[in-house]
């Protein structure tokens, strides 16, 4: 066993370029010749990305290299409320006897521009599901996860003498929606294809650089639930705002009141967010509208905090609407949008141990840094099914060059993050340190 384990961070090592003795003649070591394979890859997804719910060619692209890996694929996985299908990929490989084993990466792309100037930018322009003409970027590097799974399944699919039981590659849609885990837990792709005893994933991050990966145990990303609320008045002219219930006025008080609800309500030892990212009302200066719509994301580590939050919102919204003297039947309206819940993502400590000691072994203690959880949100604990049934992991995956991100550190500032019109992977460190890392953890984790 130990032989084994070493022989496995040791050729996860010469693919990270950690090492270059005589393991070189491992397996692992022709995936080294995949890099500038895979480096192009990377910069095509990158190049083409595709929003939410419309993954056509980035999933097919990885079907079929999934499909030349070995691996037997499916493909149009998934099921949304609505009833249209996902384009969610599951291949498969079986190896003997031993436990089975999810890798997830993500593949949609944001509505943004791209800025970042690289040769490969994005420069596609499409509309959007209200119409609107967008921009498309792989803001949030799903396109690295992509791009990563493909090298693991090669590097995975040529070590079958290294690993015991059955590999589950997820490529799954609709993240940055919350909904393509759903949509594909909804579509039985766990009936279907057989339940997971455990599932990994990474994500890259613009606050490591490329080489270096992040570990967090236990709760590592905050829950998101969305919340609309509309404050409802009774409109008129802007000169007799006495004949009228303003909900411009009403909406500033309530926008203001719920700041208090995480420093006053709330247990300030559970970390909790609420923000108000969307404010639609009115059409003119001298007209007071019928009904002000905002759009607000809380984010939680708890059942609890949650559910404070969304019982203080309520209060206040019907509070300040009492006090401003509207009618009952004008009440405001608070929903709470479940299809786009996602839950804490929850680090299972026995998996995450195992997977950072695994990570250790293939790039060095150094390499490795614990990292604190952030309130930022990820539908991959979906996979995990209700009261964590199946334990889960994801770590982090350092993406920035490393000259500037230290050149940043030095002046105390952050390089572009994701979601950013100027965040930017530097591919062939980052891609490499995603393979060795994963490979080294599926391998870890694929013993009898
Ligand atoms: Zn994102
Ligand atoms: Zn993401």
């Known amino acids: 066993m130990y032989t084994s384990m070493k022989a496995v961070a040791m050729s996860a090592a010469v693919l990270a370029g950690v090492s270059t003795s005589s393991w070189a003649q491992q397996p692992a070591a022709n995936l080294d010749g995949q890099l500038p394979g895979l480096v192009e890859t990377y910069k095509g997804l990158h190049s083409h990305p595709e929003l939410s719910h419309h993954e056509e060619h980035t999933a097919s692209l990885l079907a079929v290299e999934l499909r030349k890996a070995g691996y037997t694929v499916a493909e149009h996985i998934g099921r949304y ?34 800025e970042t100037g690289v040769t490969y930018a994005s420069r596609v322009r499409t509309k959007n599901a209200a119409g609107q003409e967008v921009g498309v970027m792989h803001a949030c590097g799903h396109d690295v996860h992509t791009t990563v799974l493909i090298g693991t399944a090669r590097a995975l699919a040529t070590m079958k003498d290294h690993w015991h039981g059955t590999l589950m590659l997820v490529g799954q849609p609709a993240e940055e929606t919350i909904d393509g885990a759903k949509a594909m837990l909804a579509d039985h792709v766990y009936e279907r294809f057989g339940t997971p005893d455990m599932a990994i994933a990474l994500h890259d991050t613009y606050l490591h650089a490329a080489g270096t990966v992040g570990v967090v145990a236990g709760p590592a990303l905050a829950s998101s639930t969305s919340i609309d609320v ?59 509208p019928d009904e002000v719509k905002m759009e607000l994301t809380n984010r939680s580590f708890s059942d609890k905090s949650r559910q404070i939050i969304i019982d203080g919102i309520r209060r206040s919204a019907r509070g300040i609407a009492i006090a401003a003297g509207v009618p009952e039947d004008r009440m405001p309206i608070v929903t709470v949008r479940d299809e786009e819940y996602a839950p804490v993502l929850y680090n299972d400590p026995a998996l995450t141990a195992r997977v950072k000691t695994a990570l250790v072994g293939a790039l060095g203690a150094g390499k490795v840094v ?69 490979t080294a953890a599926a391998v870890a984790l694929l013993q009898p």
């Open 370 to 438: 614990d990292d604190q959880p952030i309130m930022g949100s990820e539908d991959f604990g979906n996979f995990g099914l209700d009261n964590r049934k199946i334990p889960v992991a994801m770590f982090w995956l350092g993406a920035m060059d490393p000259a500037r991100f230290a050149a940043a550190e030095a002046a105390g500032k952050f390089l572009p993050g994701m979601h950013t019109n100027h965040f930017e992977p530097l591919p062939e460190p980052t891609l490499k340190t995603g393979v060795a890392a994963m």
């Open 81 to 114: 409320p609505d009833g249209s299908q996902a384009f969610g990929v599951v291949g498969l490989l079986k190896n003997g006897v031993g436990p089975t084993l999810l890798i997830r990466a993500d593949m949609d792309a944001l509505p943004i521009v791209e």
């Open 230 to 288: 509309t404050m409802r008045g009774i409109g008129g002219h802007g000169s007799a705002p006495q004949l009228g219930k303003d909900p411009i006025v009403m909406a500033a008080e309530f926008i203001n009141q719920i700041q208090t609800i995480v420093s006053r309500q709330e247990d300030p030892r559970d970390p909790a967010v609420v923000t108000v990212g969307d404010i639609h009302g009115g059409t003119k200066r001298n007209i007071i």
